[in-house]
Every structure is written in structure tokens, then in C-alpha cells.
T-cell receptor
Framework: AQSVTQLGSHVSVSEGALVLLRCNYS??????LFWYVQYPNQGLQLLLK??????LVKGINGFEAEFKKSETSFHLTKPSAHMSDAAEYFC???????????????FGQGTTLQVKP | SAVISQKPSRDICQRGTSLTIQCQVD?????MFWYRQQPGQSLTLIAT?????????ESGFVIDKFPISRPNLTFSTLTVSNMSPEDSSIYLC???????????FGPGTRLLVL
């Protein structure tokens, strides 16, 4: 069964600093992987996804993530944090691969990103 | 992407009552999902609702507690029945657009049960 682990429930960075949010997955098959962001009192917004194409995936708002099969990781990065990046970030893996749809998403516990001025 | 709306956006309810949450999407979709996000927690799938078939529930969720309707390709409802304070959560619907291999989420319904 697929699972996701996000290392660090809270990450604090200074404005302009590198953002690194860690995600490791467990899957018996090549996974579909996703990063979502949740701003206060809002739903989830898709940042980026990996579905077996390029291993370096670029998303919205300057975020990117690299799929590393050998490390079973899909860490999210952004070169320079902005105050507006403060939010909750969720990594997710799909439990269905190769059938053309995602099926059930299994989410990590989430990481709260704090950006200090 | 898709534009997804949910009603109500939030509600405060008394224990023992029921609340029906609506999810409307601006395009026809086959697969719709209902998730629960308990306070300070991650998201957990309640059920998958495909048009024309019965909803499929995840372990720990039952139809009597969370009945779901899916009358057409743009609409679904989730009812939280006989509520208790433990049902206080954010309930989110999501849809998957054909061929995109991606789920898009609605804004959520914030439920507080007293």
C-alpha cells in the first residue's frame, strides 16, 4: 500500500531564503505524486504533480520538486521565500497507477511553512 | 482545471442533527471524491462517488453515517448524519478531470458540532 511521510510538521524560513519541504513516499509501483498548498480558511490548490514524465517538475508560484526514485523522495523547493508562501503544504501519492486516473489520494500529515520578515 | 463550489461554506450544528453538503463543478466529471480534514490533521478519503453507481466507502466510513448522492456529472452531496462533536471537521470534495490525472479541490465546508 502507498504511504507518504512529510518530515517536519513546521518549517520556518526568512523571507528570501530557500524553502525545502521534505516528502518521502512508499509505493510498490511507480507512483503519481502531488504537492498541494492550503491557505488559511481555503481549500487545497495544486502546486505541481509527477506522473512519470520529467523527474524535475516545475509548478506554480516558483515551486519545483524533484522525483528521486533511489531515495523514494519528492521534496518541494523554492529558491526564495515570500511572505505570501506562508501556508500548509501537503504531499500526496495516488493509489492507482497506469489506469489514466488518480483514484484515492493518500496525504502526508502536512507541513506548516512560516516565513519571517 | 475546474471551478468547484461547496455549500454551505461553514455551519454550526447541534449534536444529533444532520447536515447535507453540496458540491457543484463547472464541467462534467466522472469521478468525484469526498475527503474529511479533522482539526489540525491531514485529509482522509471518505468515499468515491461516480455517476451512475453507488458510492464506494473507505474503511471506517459507512453509508448510514455519510450517505452520498451523485445525480449527474456536475453535482454531488454528502450528508453527515446524527452528528456528534467528533464530526467537527472540514469536508472537501474533489474532482478528477478526464485525462489530466489530477484532482482539484473545492473550498471546503467547515463544520462545528456542539
Amino acid at each position: 500500500a502507498q504511504s507518504v511521510t512529510q518530515l517536519g510538521s513546521h518549517v520556518s524560513v526568512s523571507e528570501g531564503a530557500l524553502v525545502l519541504l521534505r516528502c518521502n513516499y512508499s509505493s510498490s509501483v511507480p507512483p503519481y505524486l502531488f504537492w498541494y498548498v492550503q491557505y488559511p480558511n481555503q481549500g487545497l490548490q495544486l502546486l505541481l504533480k509527477y506522473t512519470s514524465a520529467a523527474t524535475l517538475v516545475k509548478g506554480i508560484n516558483g515551486f519545483e520538486a524533484e522525483f528521486k526514485k533511489s531515495e523514494t523522495s519528492f521534496h518541494l523547493t523554492k529558491p526564495s521565500a515570500h511572505m505570501s508562501d506562508a501556508a500548509e503544504y501537503f504531499c500526496a501519492v495516488s493509489d492507482r497507477v497506469g489506469s489514466g486516473n488518480t483514484g484515492k489520494l493518500i496525504f502526508g500529515q502536512g507541513t506548516t511553512l512560516q516565513v519571517k520578515p | 482545471s475546474a471551478v468547484i463550489s461547496q455549500k454551505p461554506s461553514r455551519d454550526i450544528c447541534q449534536r444529533g442533527t444532520s447536515l447535507t453538503i453540496q458540491c457543484q463543478v463547472d464541467s462534467q466529471v466522472t469521478m468525484m471524491f469526498w475527503y474529511r480534514q479533522q482539526p489540525g490533521q491531514s485529509l482522509t478519503l471518505i468515499a468515491t462517488a461516480n455517476q451512475g453507481s453507488e458510492a464506494t466507502y473507505e474503511s471506517g466510513f459507512v453509508i448510514d453515517k455519510f450517505p452520498i448522492s451523485r445525480p449527474n456529472l456536475t453535482f454531488s452531496t454528502l450528508t453527515v448524519s446524527n452528528m456528534s462533536p467528533e464530526d467537527s471537521s472540514i469536508y472537501l470534495c474533489s474532482v478528477e478531470l478526464g485525462g489530466e490525472e489530477t484532482q482539484y479541490f473545492g473550498p471546503g465546508t467547515r463544520l462545528l458540532v456542539l
